[in-house]
């Protein structure tokens, strides 16, 4: 509890995207998505660079994400959610059940630091973050009590998620299955980028609120993420 009131004892300021829409006074939850694809090429590169920091993968993505973020919304002060597991304790590795954690990083992206210099600062908040990742989030936005707005989620509008899999195909004896994509229509955020690693290059997938942006709005977003990757 200590460490992440301590992440909010200084005032937290909203992000403020650059949407296409007034936010409605209540949120609809109504979304669509833009999914996108790295090369292997660019993976490995990104891969290495974050080997070099001792820095993960997720580490490197979700800088890459914050300094987006902080692009677009001219601020320097930037919160993301992202999910944990929430099964550190070995008796509950094999319980059956929603264990699923939320974290809420924050982090400053400032101007005046390299990118190595800012995946530092990244890498040594996201390791914090884990360290202390058993308190709840709920708990967290109780305690600091947060002015109620129906038109938001407390603490972050945003997250990032990267799934850690990258087989498609679940076998059970006789039974195989495959995933598929639907067409999610649903985002619980203003915005949520995922990713997950398939045969060796990154896909990525940019689910938005309808509510607040429109797609043109959301391709533009993947070519600045991409960008900032070159």
């Given at each position: 509890?200590?460490?992440?009131?301590?992440?909010?004892?200084?005032?937290?300021?909203?992000?403020?995207?650059?949407?296409?829409?007034?936010?409605?006074?209540?949120?609809?939850?109504?979304?669509?998505?833009?999914?996108?694809?790295?090369?292997?090429?660019?993976?490995?590169?990104?891969?290495?660079?974050?080997?070099?920091?001792?820095?993960?993968?997720?580490?490197?993505?979700?800088?890459?994400?914050?300094?987006?973020?902080?692009?677009?919304?001219?601020?320097?002060?930037?919160?993301?959610?992202?999910?944990?597991?929430?099964?550190?304790?070995?008796?509950?590795?094999?319980?059956?059940?929603?264990?699923?954690?939320?974290?809420?990083?924050?982090?400053?992206?400032?101007?005046?630091?390299?990118?190595?210099?800012?995946?530092r600062e990244v890498k040594g908040k996201t390791l914090k973050s884990?360290?202390?990742?058993?308190?709840?989030?709920?708990?967290?936005?109780?305690?600091?009590?947060?002015?109620?707005?129906?038109?938001?989620?407390?603490?972050?509008?945003?997250?990032?998620?990267?799934?850690?899999?990258?087989?498609?195909?679940?076998?059970?004896?006789?039974?195989?299955?495959?995933?598929?994509?639907?067409?999610?229509?649903?985002?619980?955020?203003?915005?949520?980028?995922?990713?997950?690693?398939?045969?060796?290059?990154?896909?990525?997938?940019?689910?938005?609120?309808?509510?607040?942006?429109?797609?043109?709005?959301?391709?533009?977003?993947?070519?600045?993420?991409?960008?900032?990757?070159?």
């Amino acid at each position: 509890q200590e460490y992440w009131l301590g992440e909010y004892v200084e005032e937290l300021s909203l992000l403020e995207l650059p949407i296409d829409y007034a936010r409605p006074e209540f949120k609809s939850y109504k979304g669509s998505n833009v999914s996108f694809s790295l090369s292997r090429e660019i993976t490995n590169s990104l891969r290495e660079l974050g080997d070099k920091e001792g820095a993960t993968l997720f580490m490197t993505l979700l800088s890459i994400f914050n300094i987006l973020l902080s692009k677009l919304s001219n601020q320097q002060d930037v919160v993301v959610g992202t999910a944990v597991a929430g099964r550190s304790h070995v008796d509950l590795e094999d319980i059956f059940g929603m264990f699923v954690n939320t974290l809420a990083i924050r982090n400053y992206p400032k101007g005046d630091l390299s990118f190595k210099d800012f995946l530092r600062e990244v890498k040594g908040k996201t390791l914090k973050s884990l360290e202390y990742q058993d308190y709840p989030y709920e708990e967290l936005v109780n305690h600091l009590d947060l002015p109620r707005d129906s038109s938001r989620n407390p603490l972050f509008d945003v997250m990032f998620v990267l799934q850690n899999f990258d087989k498609e195909t679940l076998l059970f004896s006789d039974l195989e299955a495959t995933t598929k994509n639907i067409g999610n229509k649903i985002s619980k955020f203003d915005l949520q980028l995922g990713t997950q690693e398939r045969e060796g290059c990154l896909d990525f997938n940019f689910e938005y609120s309808t509510d607040l942006f429109n797609k043109e709005t959301i391709d533009r977003f993947v070519v600045y993420f991409e960008r900032i990757v070159s």
